[in-house]
């Protein structure tokens, strides 16, 4: 072969290569399912021939059966009424991701901070403005460290009033079963959202980074208004987004924020908006954009700053009643503004 066909010739040949693989990439479609799980929404995205929806909502179905308080089956609700205390391995899990969380958080994050919750009126109970003596009370059965699980995975209470609530982790532990599900099969390509909880992974139809927004924290029960903050491209991570500025009710002209401070019984008064992370999973980027929201700013910095695997993005007010950001070092290669 003379060196003028070869000349020729190869640019065919690269052409032809790159080809291949691009259809071999897309042989597979991208599959789009949606539904109902944890009184929130599902939106999952993945590249397969084979539709798992069924295989998708039976995980999630493991998940309500181990960790919804909502559901009357569950294993927290048993746990929650005394009625049986025995767990199982996913409950196990979340527990001992919690309890490392609130330690590393200075018990900033608590879920045993249910009945606190419940007496502010915004769990799955309704009741008045709870009084300081009524906050005390209740806070005598409130810790994470009153509470534990012996050799056989049964949970011992110090007070059989505690109650759990994994609300601020449980969505994010769906996203991850999912995600190991998907993984199981050799999927590479997928993003798994519920309720706003993420992960990411491989690229997206356009064989492209996944692409997700963070709103603008702005006065709006109603969720009417969508204006973005940033644009974050991800992949191979979990995400998750902690807020103050959607949920909330005033009482005699004050505004009360829905986070409960567990340390304090009260709900939180700085100045963050929004908390979003990222980590190598969504039950640990789930867990920390919560306990970041009761910390505050100074505190959520100072536990970034020793946890270099957490990447964050945080919206808060500054003296002057003025929208700012901080991002720690890792964040900023996610940001496309």
Known sequence: MSKNNLKWQLPFLVILIVGTVLILRKQAPYQTDEGLVFGTVYKITYQSSENLKNEIEKELQKVDNSLSPFNKQSVITRINQNTDL????????????????????????????????????????????????????????????????NADGEVVKSDPRMMLDFSSIAKGFGVDCVARLFDRKGIKNYMIDIGGELVMKGQNAKMETWRIGVNKPIDDSLSVNQELQTILEITDAGMATSGNYRNFYYKDGKKYAHTIDPRTGYPVQHNILSSTVIAKNCATADAYATAFMVLGLDSAKAVCDSHPELDAYFIYTDKNGKLQTYSTAGMKKYMRN
């Open 86 to 149: 025995h767990t199982d391995s996913m409950f196990v899990y979340v527990f001992n991701l919690a309890k490392e969380v609130s330690h590393d958080t200075g018990k900033a994050y608590d879920v045993t901070v249910a009945p606190l919750v419940n007496a502010w009126g915004f769990g799955f109970k309704h009741s008045q403005f709870p009084d300081s003596l009524t906050v005390d009370s209740l806070r005598q059965f409130v810790g994470i460290d009153k509470i534990h699980l």
